[in-house]
């Protein structure tokens, strides 16, 4: 099949003329049936037409240069050239994920033009332009997450989509959701950056298919898959602050229908890094390994994925000389300390139906174990998740592909046990025991009248064991409403469940007392959203631009409140007393056909009733304005990128109560961060040279009273701006085929 | 201050005119699109090569390259390692049996007769 598309590719590619034609045909799958309603259209061109009831098509004043698009859903997308004087007969496969969106993947980082969801996908080639180190610095170059972070102590990044905590984004790795429970926080730094393929990011409550739990979006994460991965991919690692990391990807063929795939990551950082001189590492030492194996057996009809995923990391930071095994609760040192053991055993089994091609199921699965075990000062906490997840997804068209639809049905096992104990006469000891248990079902329909609109409305019911019954309705609408310009808009609803102590963790590191006010109950939101995405040529080249605009109404949100006092973190339920506003501009254009643009501004507003007071979320810049350029020579034998952020001031909690010298201002300045890359390529794959925080901004006394960190007034949550300064990288990439 | 900048300037062109940069036109047997990106990026990532563009209806690859560093016949033994003739060199059996189907002999032999038709 590839052959044929490149052959007729290389048939027209040379023979450059200019004249306009018409071309017809038909699109069928592997087992010569008739696809209806599969879509044909010209590449960056509005002009486009869907096969009728059988299969065929026309479409007319297509140029020799144009190159057509061949969509259909739960097909693999064909993009070929034109033929003019007979009946193209184009086949399109069927995709090998059934249970994956059809997406084209083209540019470098896109919004996905004919998804009915507002959906970026940054590519490998993207994900490239920021070598370091796993998925909480893999949206560096992206506008839609922004990245903060948490504490002056554990070094931890955290994610926000539209002002809110990643905690509301449903973060998927191919599908099945992976980082939620009590790795919300800290499973970010899990998936190594060189395992990822590409990232899909979703803005809006998106899809019911995978579940309740995607309250303000979704990211799904793709590693490198056992049948296209190189046999082998290594990378090494070094940065100016001592970390070294090695990892390995290896395709082990076995047959023609089976696979296997091996992805590999060691990394370690033991030098105390303490650039402030307020004798704390400004990140913790740490080491992990991470490995996962799976295997893939794709038949004509069936096709099984197993894999197996295996995690250790230890992290000790505090002040220096704390090291990995010390013991936070005799220590004379203030130490944090925090090791993570993983096991999870995943997998997929889908079935195609070859005399059927619209009809397909597939059936998603996740056994995990999690234990976390650390601490900050004399507090200490363990934590242990195990996890049981299964999605059976069926999908099938009503009469013909202009009606689509996914049904299916969920179950979700999830058994927590955590301790805390604070070790201090009036501060909280607690244990906290749960077991959810929640099978629900879902169906989703998807109208597709014609190329221009889309209509998905979905819904699902979970019983959930300890909150009753959950009803999740959502609508997305995509609407072509001009050439080259769609409109979107979608409204859903999100649930979730929160982890107050996982969640907290940056309070450990402070002397604030915790105190719960609260019983235990879901968060729950709407999200409402529209967006215009859309291109004006310029020049011969495409401005791209894309606009949106979302609401998150939270009707129960588990408030951490700060701002009570400064001895104190609040943890409170709040009902109708939360929302936030968030508006998004970016536009991208190629400036010469080496150098590409883009640029963002984003305004948010983020308020949440604390100490009684309706009042912006601290920590969190209203504004912020993102800028990348990225230039690449011929073939990519050169590539240089750079990233400027510029973050608005932030409110900082209220510290009034605080001895006069520990007092804070009440708004944080505002602050740039630069980071450039260049990289050079060569057959055998790339040596790359970077800085992260190129301008050096730090800020100022990141720890309040750092001198006496077990007295009262000592508190390292109040994080506005990076910790550590500037840090330069080096690594290189080596492929073989 | 102007004496030393031009100078300056000389001296540096002296320097890039050490290392001279040669242009090299090589016959090959490439047929398409196919080839043709195969084979300038390959010979992107040659040692001592600054540019490279292959003219399909004439089948000759440009090559722009640093005679200190390359010269000819490393340029012309690389082409058929990539699985191409070049010049009166022939290709490597190997390296042309791992080409894509497209850009095997006789894969175009067909090409004329629908250009005639369309014009």
Request: hydrophobic share 35%.
């Amino acid at each position: 099949m590839k052959s044929t598309i490149l052959l007729i590719a290389c048939l027209f590619a040379p023979a450059l003329i200019f004249a306009q034609n018409s071309i017809k045909g038909k699109v069928q799958s592997a087992s010569n049936e008739p696809l209806i309603g599969a879509s044909i259209k010209l590449q960056g061109k509005d002009q486009g037409v869907i096969t009728n009831l059988d299969g065929y098509f026309e479409l007319g004043n297509v140029l020799k240069t144009d190159r057509l698009v061949v969509n259909y859903l739960g097909y693999e997308p064909d993009t070929l050239s034109p033929v003019f004087d007979e009946a193209m007969l184009i086949t399109l496969q069927e995709s090998g994920e059934a249970m994956e969106e059809v997406t084209i993947r083209g540019r470098s980082q896109s919004v996905v033009d004919e998804a009915p969801f507002l959906n970026i996908l940054i590519s490998e080639n993207e994900l490239q332009k920021a070598a370091c180190c796993n998925l909480s610095e893999s949206f560096e170059t992206n506008a839609s997450v922004d990245v903060s972070y948490a504490d002056a102590v554990t070094g931890t990044k955290m994610i926000q989509m539209m002002g809110l905590d990643g905690r509301y984004v449903l973060i998927s790795r191919e599908g099945i959701p992976n980082i939620r429970g009590l790795n919300s926080r800290l499973g970010l730094t899990f998936v190594p950056g060189t395992w990822i393929q590409s990232i899909d990011v979703g803005k809006g409550a998106g899809t019911v298919i995978n579940g309740y739990e995607s309250m303000t979006g979704q990211i799904n994460v793709d590693l490198f898959k056992p049948e296209s991965m190189d046999t082998w991919y290594l990378n090494g690692y070094l940065n100016s602050f001592g970390r070294i990391e090695i990892n390995a990807n290896h395709q082990v063929p076995i047959s023609e229908k089976w696979s296997s795939g091996v992805l590999f990551h060691a990394s370690q950082m033991s030098s105390e890094i303490d650039g402030n001189d307020d004798g704390f590492m400004d990140l913790p030492k740490g080491r992990q390994l991470n490995f996962l194996n799976r295997y893939k057996y794709e038949g004509d009809r069936l096709m099984a994925q197993i894999g197996v995923n295996l995690f250790m990391s230890d992290n000790a930071g505090g002040q220096k000389g704390f090291g990995f095994n010390g013991d936070l609760s005799t220590s004379s040192m203030y130490g944090y300390e925090m090791d993570t053991r993983k096991a999870e055993v995943f997998g997929k089994l889908g079935m195609i139906y070859p005399d059927k091609p619209t009809q397909s199921w597939g059936f998603q699965y996740s056994l995990s174990y999690q234990d976390f075990n650390g601490g900050a000062g004399r507090r200490i906490y363990q934590g242990i998740e195990k996890t049981a997840y299964g999605n059976f997804i069926y999908q099938n068209v009503l009469g013909s592909s202009f009606h689509q639809y996914k049904t299916g049905a969920s179950f979700l096992y999830d058994d927590f046990e955590e301790t805390f104990d604070s070790n201090t006469p009036t501060g909280l000891d607690t244990a906290m025991y749960r077991t959810e248990k929640v099978p629900g079902l879902f169906f989703e329909y998807n109208f597709i009248p014609n190329e221009r609109i889309t209509v998905v409305a979905g819904a699902r019911t979970d019983f959930h064991n300890l909150f009753g019954t959950y009803f999740t309705p959502r609508v997305h609408a995509r609407w072509e409403f001009i050439p080259n310009w769609t409109l979107r808009g979608s409204v859903g609803k999100g649930y979730r469940t929160p982890n107050a102590l996982m969640e907290n963790s940056s309070v450990w590191i402070s002397a604030r007392e915790l105190v719960f006010n609260a019983e235990l109950k879901p968060e729950e939101s709407w999200n409402t959203g529209v967006s215009v995405a859309g291109n004006v040529t310029i020049d011969d080249r495409p401005l791209s631009i894309v606009a949106d605009y979302f609401y998150t109404d939270f009707t129960n949100q588990l408030v951490y409140d700060m701002d009570v006092s400064s001895e104190l973190l609040v943890v409170n339920n709040l009902s109708n007393g939360s929302y936030a506003n968030s508006f998004q501009i970016e536009a991208s254009y190629p400036i010469t056909e080496r150098v590409d643009a883009k640029a963002a501004y984003k305004h948010y507003e983020m308020m949440m009733t604390t100490d009684g007071i309706l009042q912006q979320i601290p920590l969190q810049s209203q504004d912020r304005f993102f800028m990348n350029i990225a230039y690449a020579t011929k073939y990519e034998k050169w590539k240089a990128d750079m990233t400027l952020n510029w973050n608005g001031p932030m409110r900082i909690p209220n510290t009034s109560e605080s001895p006069v010298e520990f007092r804070q201002p009440s708004e944080s300045p505002d602050f740039f961060m630069l980071n450039a890359q260049v990289s050079r390529g060569f057959r055998w794959g790339s040596i790359y040279l970077g800085g992260e925080n190129i301008l050096n901004f730090k800020q100022s006394n990141p720890i309040i009273d750092p001198e006496n960190p077990f007295g009262s007034n000592f508190d390292a949550s109040m994080t506005w701006g990076p910790i550590a300064g500037r840090v330069i990288y080096t690594g290189i990439r080596y492929k073989i085929k | 201050m102007k004496k030393l900048i031009l100078t300056f300037f000389i001296a540096a062109f002296a320097f890039a005119a050490q290392a001279q940069v040669k242009t090299i036109g090589i016959k090959t047997s490439a047929i398409c699109e196919m080839c043709k990106a195969t084979l300038e990026k390959d010979l992107t990532f040659e040692k001592g090569v600054k540019s490279v563009n292959l003219d399909l209806e004439t089948k000759v690859l440009n090559i722009a390259y640093l005679d200190s560093k390359t010269d000819p016949d490393k340029l012309r033994k690389r082409v058929t390692m990539v699985g191409y003739n070049a010049d009166s060199l022939k290709r490597d059996p190997k390296a042309y049996a791992k080409l894509d189907e497209c850009c095997k002999d006789g894969a175009h032999e067909d090409d004329d007769r629908p250009k005639k038709n369309d014009n």
